[in-house]
């Protein structure tokens, strides 16, 4: 088994709740030759330093991550996709640590089929930005500030999408036109919405 990390151990010392959830899910994921690490504030599980699995709780449940979960087969039908514009990661989810212990063979298989994406190099067609739609608010104060057309247009096409996403989801235009005025000096300044 790979040698565990420190970081983890305290990790799930601020978990009470999922530790014995976590614990469980760590151990097949070390079982499978993971090595583990903390990334994004979650015990994060890589092989030949290519993440390929996370684990991570919520208020009513616990989950492992797959990075690359829509490549993966299921056959279990236990795969859920968090939200409609992830595109790539799925998730299993758990109410406690019975749960996955009830699983635990399923799960041991599924760490294994992402551990052979990974290393065969699958990767996810993703969504190209133009394939986002682009609220007219946006497009009004692109208008109104050309500059900022020209810094959303520099920015990464990840950064880009995760402004789209974020502005386009309010259902009243004022609520969208407030996100806008408050990102714009993170867009002028090279920024993304969570940098």
């Known amino acids: ?20 959830a976590f614990e469980a899910l760590r151990a097949i994921l070390l079982d499978a030759g993971l090595t583990e690490t903390l990334k994004w504030g979650k015990p994060c599980y ?3 330093g290519r993440n390929v699995a996370l684990i991570h709780g919520f208020k009513d449940y616990c989950a492992i991550l797959f990075m690359k979960g829509a490549l993966l087969p299921d056959p279990e039908r236990v795969l859920i996709r968090q939200t409609e514009n992830v595109q790539s990661a799925r998730q299993i989810r758990f109410a406690d640590v019975a749960e996955v212990l009830a699983l635990r063979p399923v799960l041991a298989t599924y760490v ?3 551990i052979a994406v990974e290393a065969s190099g699958g990767k996810v067609e993703f969504r190209s930005t133009e394939d986002f739609a682009t609220p007219e608010e946006l497009v009004r104060k692109w208008a109104e500030v ?20 974020h502005f386009a989801a309010p259902k009243q235009s004022a609520t969208r036109t407030a ?13 993304g919405l969570n940098d």
């Open 1 to 20: 088994m790979p040698a565990m990390d420190p970081k983890i151990v305290a990790f799930l010392d601020t978990e009470p709740k999922w530790r014995a």
């Open 46 to 48: 890589a092989h030949d």
């Open 112 to 114: 294994r089929e992402a």
């Open 146 to 165: 050309p500059a900022l057309k020209a810094a959303f247009e520099a920015l990464t096409p990840g950064r880009q999408r995760g402004y789209l996403l």
């Open 179 to 191: 996100r806008i005025e408050k990102c714009l000096p993170r867009i002028l300044d090279g920024k």
